[in-house]
């Protein structure tokens, strides 16, 4: 596992959601599965809730 801060989750969001919408055009089965992928890991970030600092250890606290 590995941690990621909200602002990194946010913009691999939005950098998924624009690859997805530029590759539309393209009519391959590789490509449909590369979207679809990139969508379903989109939303499961999306519907990850942001952890306030406060909740996190020390540990990573001073690692920051």
């Given at each position: 596992?590995?941690?990621?801060s909200n602002k990194?989750?946010?913009?691999?969001?939005?950098?998924?959601?624009?690859?997805?919408?530029?590759?539309?055009?393209?009519?391959?089965?590789?490509?449909?599965?590369?979207?679809?992928?990139?969508?379903?890991?989109?939303?499961?970030?999306?519907?990850?809730?942001?952890?306030?600092?406060?909740?996190?250890?020390?540990?990573?606290?001073?690692?920051?």
């Open positions: 596992m590995i941690m990621i990194q989750r946010d913009d691999i969001v939005r950098y998924l959601t624009e690859f997805t919408e530029g590759m539309q055009n393209v009519k391959s089965t590789r490509a449909y599965n590369t979207r679809r992928l990139a969508r379903k890991l989109a939303q499961v970030l999306s519907a990850k809730k942001p952890v306030p600092l406060s909740e996190l250890p020390e540990q990573l606290k001073e690692r920051r």
